[in-house]
């Protein structure tokens, strides 16, 4: 019965983010099509741009063949059944399949992002555990300092950042590369040192605030009356419950720097999915536009289920399928969790 519970629970789950994705890509869909379509034409993007020569003859030519000639509402229609199987159509600027695009330019921006969540959880935990291990007075010094800098770094463009960066160790060192289209080591620390600087400075106070609240809890109270000591307490019992909450901002940190790639891919001239979605918004290139945001969403759908999913496997009383025994969130989950959320909604 148990078991059958668990797995009915997890398929609810399941279940709500697959219709809440679909119902972000069809607001998606639906809101770059007609905010794209009111701002300007997109046969500019198709003719060649606004000082195009082309006559009536080859405007009428492309507009057949991209169905600009039937009514709004038919080519809306149109449009969100090609979304719906995937099918996005061809570039009206590219004349080529939106999906070859997508298809080459993902795997740019899922690398940088991957290794700036990698970096941004390393410099947190580091953060936090310091902060944790800090006594005394000389520890509220140390707290703070490092409280203070992940505020800032909490709040810092991501812009600022990089090009600060650029100015340091492009310009100024001139250890880095400023530009980089590849995926050579070298080419990927900055990009990747920008994305992360705000994420860890979010994780860091997250994680900190937990890993305080969770070594007051009862189980660390146990812990240390069975004789442990406080480096065994802290690796063992409160950092594990302290990441819950990290976890569960972890499939929104993705998506911000899935988002924050249209900026780092433009400022460090990297081939990837944010430059492209970026030229092709310039253009008013729809069918690219809607594929890119498309798939940025469903990515981000999907982290938030890898986030649950990890949660669960983390914390014990979530794999049980006892009421009794596995109430739904860790408390100190929630009160970081709820800490968390006021702040990103703040900033």
């Given at each position: 019965m148990g078991g059958r519970s668990r797995g009915a629970r997890i398929a609810r789950a399941v279940a709500g983010r697959i219709g809440a994705a679909l119902l972000v890509v069809w607001i998606t869909a639906t809101v770059v099509f007609f905010a794209l379509r009111i701002s300007g034409d997109p046969l500019e993007a198709i003719m060649g741009g606004p000082g195009s020569q082309a006559g009536p003859e080859a405007v009428a030519r492309a507009e057949a063949a991209y169905g600009l000639d039937q009514p709004l509402a038919v080519q809306y229609l149109a449009q969100l059944w090609r979304t719906a199987t995937l099918q996005f159509g061809d570039s009206y600027a590219r004349k080529q399949p939106v999906a070859e695009l997508l298809a080459a330019n993902l795997p740019p921006t899922l690398l940088i992002a991957t290794l700036a969540l990698l970096l941004a959880w390393a410099l947190a935990v580091v953060g936090a555990l310091i902060a944790a291990v800090s006594r005394g007075r000389p520890g509220r010094v140390v707290r703070a300092t490092l409280s203070g800098i992940e505020t800032v770094a909490s709040v810092t463009p991501q812009f600022f950042v990089g090009a600060v960066?650029?100015?340091?160790?492009?310009?100024?060192?001139?250890?880095?590369?400023?530009?980089?289209?590849?995926?050579?080591?070298?080419?990927?620390?900055?990009?990747?040192?920008?994305?992360?600087?705000?994420?860890?400075?979010?994780?860091?106070?997250?994680?900190?605030?937990?890993?305080?609240?969770?070594?007051?809890?009862?189980?660390?109270?146990?812990?240390?009356?069975?004789?442990?000591?406080?480096?065994?307490?802290?690796?063992?019992?409160?950092?594990?419950?302290?990441?819950?909450?990290?976890?569960?901002?972890?499939?929104?940190?993705?998506?911000s720097l899935l988002s924050g790639a249209v900026v780092v891919e433009a400022l460090f001239a990297r081939q990837g999915l944010g430059r492209l979605l970026l030229e092709a918004a310039t253009?008013?290139?729809?069918?690219?536009?809607?594929?890119?945001?498309?798939?940025?969403?469903?990515?981000?759908?999907?982290?938030?289920?890898?986030?649950?999913?990890?949660?669960?496997?983390i914390d014990p009383r979530l794999r049980r399928g006892s009421a009794q025994h596995a109430p739904s969130r860790d408390p100190v989950s929630e009160r970081s969790a709820r800490s968390a959320s006021t702040e990103v909604a703040g900033s």
């Open positions: 960066l650029i100015l340091v160790f492009a310009g100024g060192l001139g250890i880095l590369p400023a530009t980089s289209s590849g995926a050579e080591p070298a080419g990927l620390v900055l990009p990747v040192i920008t994305l992360a600087v705000p994420i860890a400075g979010y994780l860091a106070h997250v994680l900190q605030g937990a890993l305080a609240e969770a070594d007051d809890a009862p189980f660390a109270t146990t812990a240390r009356s069975r004789g442990a000591s406080e480096t065994r307490v802290l690796l063992r019992h409160t950092l594990r419950h302290a990441a819950l909450p990290g976890i569960a901002l972890s499939g929104w940190a993705y998506g253009v008013r290139d729809v069918p690219v536009v809607i594929g890119a945001v498309v798939v940025i969403a469903l990515l981000y759908v999907l982290i938030m289920l890898l986030s649950d999913l990890l949660e669960t496997v």
